[in-house]
């Protein structure tokens, strides 16, 4: 069986910032769009805020896996885990090929040391806020950009946006520590 592949997937001003209070600080119909396009059919491990916040959004196909310390909550659809490790095995018993990591701040902190590549918007904007939530630093070391697609603001997207697709060019902390 081919290993499972753990795939950050997220969006965060030039500083990281991917929260403010909790929400989103944009609406960018692009990055939506990119968004839902790559998570389409896949199995996502979120914590249980952004799950919370994201009930009723999911796609036929999309399996949410919630990263969360009440494993009684209630999961339609999808499963409560209390661990990364306990994430990667239950989808990997399942057969999941790829596991994206859709947040929050904690989750994406937690996986990156195993993460296997990182899709991150970054959104042209520098936010100043003691109550954000923000994406964890990618040690340049560790990482290899792969893919930069650019897009200037228009009408519907008022802030231009980079996404930048990074694998890991040194290995991962071994499988072994999520275990």
Known sequence: ?????????????????????????????????????RTAGHWLLLG????????????????PVVLTARKGDPVPGGWAVASVPEAVDLASRHGAGEL????????????LPFADEVIL????????SLEATWFPELPPA????LETLTFQENPDNTLPMTIRRFVRSQPAAPAAELT
């Not at 249980?48 to 999309?62: A, D, K, L, S």
């Not at 918007?121 to 100043?128: C, Y």
């Open 1 to 37: 069986m081919k290993p499972l592949r753990l795939i950050l997937i997220a969006a965060a001003s030039r500083n990281g910032v991917l929260a403010v209070q909790g929400k989103i600080p944009w609406h960018l119909p692009r990055d939506i769009a990119h968004f839902r396009a």
């Open 48 to 63: 249980r805020t952004t799950y919370g916040q994201m009930t009723g959004w999911f796609r036929p196909g999309q399996v």
């Open 100 to 111: 994206l990591v859709c947040g929050g701040g904690q989750v994406y902190a937690a996986t």
């Open 121 to 128: 918007t970054t959104v042209e904007i520098d936010i100043d």
């Open 142 to 145: 560790q990482w290899t950009l």
